[in-house]
């Protein structure tokens, strides 16, 4: 018997108009039909579409700095003796009503996006005006995006593809939406991103759009492709989506310099996608760095020295991710506080300096080389390497030998830990656990078991499927 998601979509969809876009207000809704009367609608409704992705339950901190980061043991919080809602985040009890409300957010903002992306989608076959080939292909790229998120936390990985996976929205409806199977979904997904890349290749750049970074291209949806092509196991697809997208010109940062890369911005030349978020800096104060503790500040986990291998450290070869990364704090002995995001500078002034951009980084480069180098690992162990050493070398550390990534198992372990290190705080680490189906450690010597209950988050009630 089929079965049915009962998803029942927004009929609006959030528009900014530039000024509102960059101070990330939203200007307000607009009846669906009437704002595509122009141009200059369609460039504001992708606006907004991109300033929704900001919300605080999708990629403005649930899927960046927050929730999954917590979900990936990155934290802990033990000032209450108590159970609090950020405890039983970190346990992993997503039953828990305080916690299933967190994983509800994430799937209901990311389907209202998906909606407003499908919104545009949908009139740009209505309209000719010269900008709609270009802004179709950013709402397809963006639906594919917010879509293979959902599919990672909420369905089997892709050696499961006949196993039910999500919902996958292609039209602005209020009717119901059935489910699809992961294959399914991975198929669309993959559609979707290459319609985008040919749309964008023929199409001109839009002269409003002044940050490359900020809008999505055919390099940035390339380097979308090569993600979800790893995740899927195509090794081959992967690497040539990877290469293409490292054609769009960008640049690692190194050594020293690394200590200012992030600091709340997108990451120079570094940021392959990113979303302008200048409110942000106030939820990673509250959550991450605030003056004083309380039950709902996440504090760095101990196990980060290991992590970065501290003792290892020595002159001519020294992770500047570490110092960029962490600061003692005055909370208690030995506590200290994830400031990768966090700019005192700009909190007090609300001065930019270097014509920076406050935001997310949803791409950069060095995920690219670590695709690049689980992509041809099985054939070329020493082109694997190479890789690897683009990264490590950029970090200030010395290039490692080939034996560290001798064996498979070896490799590996090279490369999440190269993942846990260079992506803290941007919503990588879980998604690279549970594709790697690993433990993880937990809190007060928990060990959270590689499962279905660990790795596949509860869809919200009103969403699951009944018998019809």
């Given at each position: 018997m089929k079965k049915l998601r009962k998803i029942y979509i927004i009929f609006s969809i959030l528009i900014v108009s530039s000024c509102d876009f960059l101070d990330g207000g939203v200007k307000g809704i607009v009846d669906n039909g009437k704002m595509f009367s122009n141009e200059q609608g369609f460039i504001d409704a992708m606006s907004g579409v991109y300033a929704s992705m900001t919300n605080a339950g999708l990629y403005g901190e649930n899927l960046s700095f927050g929730l999954i980061d917590e979900f990936a043991q990155l934290y802990y919080n033990n000032r209450e003796s108590y159970e609090t809602t950020l405890t039983k985040t970190i346990d992993l009890k997503y039953k828990d009503a305080?916690?299933?409300?967190?994983?509800?957010?994430?799937?209901?903002?990311?389907?209202n996006v998906?909606?407003?992306?499908?919104?545009?989608?949908?009139?740009?076959?209505?309209?000719?005006?010269?900008?709609?080939?270009?802004?179709?292909?950013?709402?397809?790229?963006?639906?594919?995006?917010?879509?293979?998120?959902?599919?990672?936390?909420?369905?089997?990985?892709?050696?499961?593809?006949?196993?039910?996976?999500?919902?996958?929205?292609?039209?602005?409806?209020?009717?119901?939406?059935?489910?699809?199977?992961?294959?399914?979904?991975?198929?669309?997904?993959?559609?979707d991103l290459k319609e985008a890349m040919t749309l964008l290749k023929d199409?001109?750049?839009?002269?409003?759009?002044?940050?490359?970074?900020?809008?999505?291209?055919y390099y940035s949806v390339a380097a979308i492709l090569a993600r979800v092509e790893n995740w899927a196991g195509k090794h081959k697809e992967s690497e040539k989506y990877a290469l293409e997208a490292l054609k769009g010109g960008y640049e690692f940062t190194y050594?020293?310099?690394?200590?200012?890369?992030?600091?709340?911005?997108?990451?120079?030349?570094?940021?392959?996608?990113?979303?302008?978020?200048p409110k942000m800096y106030l939820s990673v104060r509250k959550k991450l760095t605030s003056n004083k503790l309380s039950d709902e500040t996440d504090m760095v986990r101990s196990n980060f020295k290991e992590i970065f291998s501290l003792n290892t450290f020595t002159a001519s070869s020294n992770d500047y991710r570490y110092q960029a990364y962490f600061t003692q704090r005055k909370w208690g002995s030995g506590t200290v506080a994830f400031t990768k995001l966090y700019d005192q500078y700009y909190d007090e002034h609300q001065n930019v300096t270097d014509s920076r951009i406050p935001g997310i980084n949803l791409i950069?480069?060095?995920?690219?080389?670590?695709?690049?180098?689980?992509?041809?690992?099985?054939?070329?162990?020493?082109?694997?390497?190479?890789?690897?050493?683009?990264?490590?070398?950029?970090?200030?550390?010395?290039?490692?030998?080939?034996?560290?990534?001798?064996?498979?198992?070896?490799?590996?372990?090279?490369?999440v830990n190269e993942i846990v290190k260079e992506f803290w705080g941007e919503g990588r680490?879980?998604?690279?656990?549970?594709?790697?189906?690993?433990?993880?450690?937990?809190?007060?010597?928990?060990?959270?078991?590689?499962?279905?209950?660990?790795?596949?988050?509860?869809?919200?009630?009103?969403?699951?499927?009944?018998?019809?």
């Open positions: 305080d916690v299933k409300s967190r994983i509800d957010e994430v799937w209901e903002v990311g389907y998906i909606s407003s992306a499908n919104s545009i989608i949908d009139n740009a076959a209505k309209y000719h005006y010269p900008s709609v080939p270009r802004i179709k292909a950013e709402a397809l790229a963006v639906r594919a995006y917010i879509h293979f998120d959902m599919l990672q936390l909420f369905a089997p990985g892709y050696n499961r593809r006949n196993e039910k996976g999500i919902p996958y929205v292609k039209h602005f409806t209020d009717e119901p939406v059935f489910y699809s199977t992961v294959g399914e979904v991975y198929d669309a997904i993959v559609s199409s001109p750049k839009i002269p409003s759009e002044k940050n490359v970074e900020l809008h999505l291209n050594i020293e310099k690394v200590k200012g890369l992030f600091k709340g911005y997108t990451a120079y030349k570094e940021c392959v996608f990113g979303l302008q978020a950069r480069i060095p995920e690219l080389y670590y695709i690049l180098a689980e992509s041809v690992y099985d054939e070329d162990k020493s082109k694997a390497l190479m890789y690897l050493n683009q990264v490590v070398t950029a970090r200030g550390l010395r290039p490692l030998p080939l034996a560290a990534i001798a064996d498979k198992p070896g490799f590996e372990k090279v490369l680490i879980f998604f690279t656990y549970k594709r790697f189906h690993l433990n993880m450690e937990g809190v007060d010597g928990k060990v959270h078991k590689a499962s279905d209950e660990v790795y596949i988050l509860p869809v919200p009630e009103n969403e699951k499927e009944e018998d019809l």
